[in-house]
């Protein structure tokens, strides 16, 4: 079974989620935004073994606690980008334009691919490849617990911004019709800011999507 620990940290308070399957004890973070401490020591209170770090995109309040969650790992943890967002993370995820220095963590070795399947124990994690954010982005969408991990593609009555390097709005909404509004109804979504919501919500109050009030 799924367990899920969210975090709000770092400057722009993110969400980042460490989750685990509780056979197993195997353990990930999804977005280690900041303060990475916090996250290891929630993870040794349960037993539950980190070994991978998944990232929705590169930008630097969404990897700024991976250097921190490295430091106290052993082995280092295994980091899962799409190779689209490898120049954004060499370039420590733009956090030199917002005046901050971040320790991005170990080198992304693992390529995230649309409709790759990453697991933990025996929960599956299916990769949704949804650019527009960044040119990278990519949801984690967990069929058997019913819910979406989607990065900074869509909150709670709102999208992501597409005016940094790499955003297109186009590319966005195109995401968020094909891979977020094709999901069952009920899907519980988590986003990297704000409030979870679901995909029935979404089709219904974005002001942003879905309909012909785009602005
Ligand atoms: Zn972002
Ligand atoms: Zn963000």
Known sequence: ML???TFILGPVKTNAYLVADSESL???VIDPAWAGRLILDEAQKHNWRIAHLWYTHAHFDHIGGAGAIADG???LPLV????ADHVLWRAEGGAPLFGFKIDPGPEPTIDLIQGQILRLGN???EVRFTPGHTLGHCIF???SANVCFCGDLIFQNSIGRTDLPG???NALLHSIETQVFTLPDATRLLSGHGPETTVAREKKFNPFVGGSSIY
């Open 167 to 169: 955003g297109d709005s």
């Open 141 to 143: 969408y967990v069929p």
């Open 123 to 125: 929960v599956e994690f």
């Open 26 to 28: 195997d353990a990930a």
């Open 73 to 75: 790992l052993n082995p």
């Open 3 to 5: 367990n899920i620990v």
């Open 80 to 83: 899962a980008l799409h190779p």
